[in-house]
C-alpha cells in the first residue's frame, strides 16, 4: 500500500475508481485543475510516493528532482512511448520511479468520429455557421465506397479506423516504419509518405504526439481536393505549410485544439474542429477506469 496519493490534475476516472484508489493508500489528495508551473507541480506532490496524472501537464525532472519519496507515477492516459509521454519517464526511470500508462481505451470514439465527419462531408450534411447548407464534396453526395483513403500509423487507432473505413468500400493503403503482415492480409498497400499522400483523396493521420511527417515538401506532393484528418494529440504538419495548403481547396478535420495546433485556425473556413475530445466518452471512461486501478494493483503486487 502507498503512503500518499496525489492526483496532480483531474483524471477522468468514474466515480468507483476515484473511491477504490483509496483501498491502495493511506491517504489520497484529489486537486480539481491543473498545474501551471513545475513549482506547483512539485507542491502538489510533495511527500507523495505515488503520483497520478493526465495527458495535459508536463511533469518532468524540475519537479520531480523536488519530491524525493515518489516511486510510482500513473499515467490515466494514453502511454505510447517516451518521447510522446508528458512524464520525463527516462528520468524517473533513473531515479528508480516506475511509470505505468494506458494504451487502447477511447479508439473506439476516435474511429465514430472520423467515420462520422467523412460521411458529412463527402454528402454534404449540416450548414454552416451563417445557417446556409453545406454542399457535398464533390457536388453531388457520393458515398465512402472507393474512396481512396490514406492513414498515417498503423498503430491500434490507425488499424481501426482503416477496418471501419474499408468496411464501407474504402480503398485503404498506409504508411508506418515497417509493413504489417496482417495489413497485407486485408488488402491494405504500403506505401511511401509521399506517394501515400499524393495517390489518396483523405488522409488520416493517427500519430503519436510529438510526430510530425507534414512538411514543405510532404504538402507540395499532396497536392489540392484533399480531406486531412487529424486524430492525434499534437499537429502532424509544419504550421506554415499547413496554413498555405488549407487556403486552397481542401478540407481538415480535428477533434480539438490541440491537434488543430493553433486557435488562429479555428474560424477558417476550410477547417472544422469541434473542440471536444472524440475519445471522451461513458465507456473509454470505464475503460481508463480500470486499465489505472489494474496497473496500481500489478505494481504493488511486485513490491
Not at 500519430?207 to 506532393?221: C, D, K, P, T, Y
Not at 481547396?249 to 479555428?266: P, S, V
Amino acid at each position: 500500500m502507498f503512503k500518499k496519493i496525489v492526483a496532480v490534475e483531474p483524471l477522468n476516472l468514474i466515480p468507483s475508481a476515484e473511491k477504490a484508489l483509496f483501498d491502495y493508500a493511506e491517504k489520497v489528495v484529489f486537486y480539481p485543475n491543473s498545474p501551471q508551473s513545475a513549482e506547483e507541480m512539485a507542491l502538489r506532490i510533495g511527500d507523495a510516493d505515488a503520483v497520478l496524472i493526465s495527458y495535459i501537464s508536463p511533469l518532468g525532472k524540475d519537479a520531480l528532482k523536488k519530491c524525493p519519496n515518489v516511486k510510482y507515477i500513473g499515467m490515466c492516459c494514453s502511454l505510447y512511448s517516451p518521447e510522446s509521454a508528458n512524464v520525463d519517464i527516462r528520468y524517473a526511470n533513473s531515479r528508480g520511479i516506475a511509470v505505468l500508462g494506458v494504451r487502447d481505451y477511447g479508439d473506439e470514439g476516435v474511429v465514430e468520429y472520423v467515420v462520422s465527419e467523412l460521411v458529412r462531408c463527402l454528402h454534404g450534411f449540416g450548414k454552416h455557421d451563417d445557417g446556409t447548407q453545406r454542399a457535398p464534396w464533390d457536388g453531388v453526395p457520393r458515398e465512402i465506397t472507393d474512396t481512396k483513403v490514406g492513414i498515417l500509423g498503423l498503430g491500434k487507432s490507425g488499424g481501426m479506423v482503416a477496418d471501419a473505413l474499408a468496411f464501407f468500400g474504402a480503398e485503404i493503403s498506409y504508411f508506418a516504419r515497417s509493413e504489417k503482415e496482417d495489413a497485407k492480409r486485408k488488402g491494405y498497400r504500403f506505401l511511401p509518405l509521399r506517394q501515400l499522400l499524393k495517390e489518396n483523396e483523405v488522409i488520416v493521420a493517427c500519430l503519436n504526439r510529438g510526430v510530425v511527417l507534414m512538411h514543405e515538401e510532404e504538402f507540395a506532393e499532396m497536392g489540392d481536393r484533399k480531406i486531412l484528418f487529424n486524430t492525434g494529440l499534437s499537429p502532424a504538419w509544419d504550421e506554415e505549410p499547413f496554413a498555405r495548403w488549407i487556403d486552397r481547396d481542401n478540407r481538415c478535420y480535428c477533434d480539438t485544439l490541440i491537434a488543430l495546433g493553433n486557435e488562429k485556425f479555428l474560424t477558417h473556413t476550410n477547417v472544422h474542429c469541434m473542440q471536444v475530445s472524440v475519445g471522451r466518452t461513458r465507456q473509454a471512461f470505464i475503460r481508463l477506469s480500470e486499465k489505472v486501478l489494474a496497473n496500481i494493483e500489478n505494481y504493488l503486487k511486485t513490491q
